[in-house]
């Protein structure tokens, strides 16, 4: 199994944690930049695959960052950020979201040139022919469902609000999210989509009840769950953020501004 993505825009690396004080406590945190890209990073990886490869599956990837210009009569980039810097911010963005941890990466390339597009190229591919992924059925009816890696435990959805949002308990929320997946290559006719059930609690609840409605289009995350409650089983996706165009665009802004379109 190989996976290929690409994260477009400027090439960036994994800043240090900050540390600030307050209340009289010393509190540490990471760059909003560093936060965005790795948003970035996940978003980019789970546009094109759902394949979460478990942890005692060895795994090398290549990673290749292309800067916009060429300063040198050399293809070869040598400029900031440094290389161990982009590597890191790439790994630890795919960090739950295509492996469980870095650990798993046995073998690892990396290369930095030039290029009229900047952006970042890499490669995933397991060591081992163990690449079984647990997927769970999400919602069962007469609709296609999701099926996607639950072991991640943790998602990046875009998609439509399907139906009415429902009221759940005194402060929470639940609806089914419509999932695209595209159309067919050959044909060109649009596949069915997929449906992944959703609930909200608290402000995050109130956020999307006072800003969303019926087939609007929503980018979140959210953590899978699976309980059982008087010997009913439930199970679907808790939202824990909502990520908003603006904050898109504003993570997207520096990233593609050098971009030839």
Known sequence: MEIKFKILGKPRGKQRPRMCVRFGKQITYTP????????????S????????????????????????????????????????NIIKIVLDGL????????????????????????????????LEEKTDMKTTKIYDDEKEVYSGNCYVNTVIFRGRI??????????????LLQ???????ITGQWNKPT??????????AKIIVKEYKPKDEIWLTAKYY??????KYYKGFMIREIITEQEIEKASEDLLDDLPF
Request: proline residues 2%.
């Open 32 to 43: 909003k930049q560093t936060s965005e890209y790795e948003k970035l990073v996940k978003a």
């Open 45 to 84: 990886y789970m546009a094109v695959s759902k394949m979460f490869f478990k942890k005692d599956i060895p795994l090398e990837i290549d990673i290749t960052a292309f800067f916009n210009g060429k300063y040198s009569d050399s293809d070869w980039a040598t400029k900031k950020p440094d290389s161990d």
């Open 95 to 126: 960090n739950k979201v295509a492996y469980h941890d870095d650990a798993q990466i046995c073998k690892l390339s990396f290369e930095k040139k030039y290029s009229e597009i900047p952006r970042v190229e890499v490669k995933i591919k397991s």
């Open 162 to 175: 399907y139906d009415e949002l429902k009221e759940i308990k005194s402060n929470g929320i639940k609806f």
């Open 179 to 185: 999932i695209s997946n595209g159309k067919d290559d």
């Open 195 to 204: 449906f992944a059930e959703c609930c909200a609690f608290g402000e995050t």
């Open 226 to 231: 699976s309980n059982e409650v008087d010997g």
